[in-house]
């Protein structure tokens, strides 16, 4: 985090400053908005009947507690409560089906809030599929603007520009209507000056977008920066994260995820359109009550924009749904998962009907391939698997600790001048080599291609015939050329410097994705075996292996299929991605035949990296930053019980509780000013330490509140009631204040024998904020969902300390 000052949430106001250089929290806005006008919906209500506001004679706050529950915030870096948020709803639920009887006007809205759902996801796979649209083509066109320009139309980028080229010959690297920027400013012969000019123009361009990047994220957005995905799975899980689903990190990361890819840095825009996706869902989220004051319901919303934004990333809307279910859902129902897909529908509907590949696909990288693959291809697609595993445990372990480097050094305080670094040193090293200085996006569409009788590109210079030979069973396609020689080499160097280059980049204070520049590894890796894979079926075509397959001179092995598989190992290997990723990979390519190469290559990446570590790179920065994120994927083995966590332990002061009928509003007032725990036993007396159930804080400070403003009876001595009855006449000394109906009765329970692994299943499942320790009925202690993980941290000999918020 930016500052020690997020750690430590102000416990005493609803409010919070944002990040965005003071300004309002965007949560916080809406969440007013609504509040206002309950207040107002109520006073009115009070008026109407003649009563003045919360008056009872038998329960003081009985319209104030209601209007609480509705409209309560949770407080910034805390967990939600699934189960009370769940069961909220559901009472919410009740009311508007009892009252949908009473009138037609109350049965359309009855009706209304039955289809809310579906039209809200449906808002926000529109307003995704747009936003991805307009992200792609500002990132294709400043890509292209490193290199040059379109003077007849300058808003084209170079692939747009040359189709209205006359051209009777086309290389898909330049055309006349497109002129670098040596040829704009008139040198049209080839030498040195021109690279030089060239090269120079480009590091400039390279550095111009990264400072604007940088800068734009530091001063009105710091959220906007990092992929999102970590933070994503995090607040999906019940975190609450203010700000960071915001309209200012909204519109500032679409715009700076352009600015970052269009710079040329080893990064991609594919998670961070995860993270703009769900920024969407939570926008249009408040302008739905059910979810906008619900947090439980609101993460329906958000794994379903989730799912959009990879269905907009990938063009696959099926592999999002899996993704969302896979990889960053925590509660996931199976109208949630409809939902998703009905999203992810309409999201790649929207960015079909936008076309901003002019392609006709989603993305830029579509393939299409027409050849089968043989039996003795799983080989070489297994061996791509384990590549895929080494890498993704070499990146995961060395990126870790560069970004733990960089938040223990001083280099975290100067954020700028790292990236401006990183950038030119990036852009320095890749202009050189034409596979590194295009976009990642093309240079994965260049080695995903299969290559025909047309093209003319280094990769498919082959010395060939094109016309099968009965008498020589060689490959028609013959001999590598000098050009694939080259290209090779060419692809290796770029291989080595994008996979340590992306050490550097993920984690920088711009939006950087890691899903296209893990694929870029992967691909040139399938690329470079492919190839060799081929030239031995040309030249040992009777080797057992070749002798059936490549019978009769055919072509019996396709390059790009290995790099579409090496793609999907390395990104596996990182990602640890398994389901989701093999869908999205058959959906970029259209064809089942290939589904079986990727399953191998896909599921020995993940066995490789496991044997390294059992994290993906999302679970790692997770708990690099230490995320109260309880993985329900991960398996408690050891043999503790809720007495060796539970609070207080041995030394320790005793446990802060509320008495049912023995205090008044003044001691539960320095209570809450003393203690900042987020909610507090309620026991009939402190020597017996029997409970009675539980209350939040932010509840009780709510309700004294209210009390204190609207009834002149309740003062500082005041006695507070957890009962139902209050003993005595109530005509001597001051007004009792009842807050009964806020007293949770049924809180979630345990004896200290119970068994660890019960209690990490009860959090996980449950989505437990805390739960209480008897026995016998008497209170012993606590644990919270924070004390699990420090817990789990150190039987895994980590430090306990790294689980910063609660």
Known sequence: MESKKLLEPDMSTPKYESMNGGLPDDDDELLDIATEIATETASTTSAGSNQPFLESSTNILDSSEETMLEFGQYDDFHTIDWVRDISRDRLRHKQISRKSKESCWDLIKGTHDAWSGWLCVLFVGMAAGLFAGIVDIGASWMSDLKEGICPEAFWLNKEQCCWGSNDTTFDDRSCSQWLTWSQLFGIHSENAGTYILDYIIYVLWALSFSMIAVFLVRTLAPYACGSGIPEIKTILSGFIIRGYLGKWTLIIKSVCMMLAVSAGLSLGKEGPLVHVACCIGNFFSYLFPKYGRNEAKKREILSAASAAGVSVAFGAPIGGVLFSLEEVSYYFPLKTMWRSFFCALVAA??????????NSHLVKFYVEYNTPWFFFELLPFILLGVFGGLYGAFFNKFNLKWCRFRKKSRMGLFPIAEVMIVTFVTALLAFPNPYTRENTSILIQRLFKDCGPVDDSDLCDYNATYAPNLNNRRNPYGEAGTGVQNAMWQLFLALILKGILTIFTFGMKVPAGLFIPSMAVGAIAGRLIGTGVEQLAYNFPDWILF????????????PGLYAMVGAAAALGGVTRMTVSLVVIMFE???????????????????WVGDAFGKEGIYDAHIHLNGYPFLDAKEEFKHTTIAADIMRPRRGD??????EQDNMTVEELETLLQEDDYNGFPVVVSKETQLLVGFVLR??????????????DGVVSNSRVYFTTHVPGPLDVGPKPLKLKKMLDQSPFTITDQTPMEVVIDMFRKLGLRQCL?????????IITKKDILRHIATLANQDPDSIQFL
């Open 547 to 558: 002798d059936e397959a490549c019978a009769g001179g055919q072509r019996c092995v396709t």
């Open 349 to 358: 509907f929207i960015l079909r009907s936008i076309n901003p590949f002019g």
């Open 698 to 711: 932010r509840d009780l400070s709510h309700a004294l509140d209210e009390a204190r403003k609207a009834q």
């Open 653 to 658: 002061p005793p446990l802060v509780v509320i």
């Open 588 to 606: 970029l390519t259209g064809g089942l035949q290939y589904i079986i190469p990727i399953m191998a290559a896909v599921m020995t990446s993940k």
């Open 773 to 781: 320790v008897t026995h016998k009925g008497r209170l012993l202690g």
